[in-house]
């Protein structure tokens, strides 16, 4: 894991936000996901720059994530490590 993958770890395991189950490294459909929520259907990834030049890849992978019925959001390693209090709020809301 990156060291935004860490942090965010930190916050996210042993049910730590809204006493929600959140695994990590997770197999969905032929992809590996940074973390997923079963309960809310949420697949949260972190990005690093690499992702800014495989744009298309990135953008079949999520249809076929979508395909299987998750949401997925996205936060740059920066965000994560500069802000982590902001991201974990949006994965909040966006269990709601």
């Known amino acids: 894991m990156t060291d935004a993958e ?7 395991r042993d049910r730590n936000v809204e006493n929600l189950k959140f695994r990590r490294q997770v197999p969905v459909g ?7 929520c079963h309960e809310k259907m949420l697949i949260v990834e972190v990005d690093g720059s690499q992702h800014a030049s495989q744009q298309l890849y990135d953008a079949k992978r999520e249809k076929c994530l979508l395909e299987h019925g ?3 959001i996205r936060f740059w390693n920066n965000d994560v490590l500069t802000n ?3 991201v974990v709020a949006r994965i909040l809301e966006c269990c709601k």
């Open 30 to 36: 032929g992809y590996v996901v940074d973390f997923l």
């Open 6 to 12: 860490r942090l965010l770890w930190l916050h996210l």
């Open 70 to 72: 998750f949401r997925v």
């Open 84 to 86: 982590i209090e902001g």
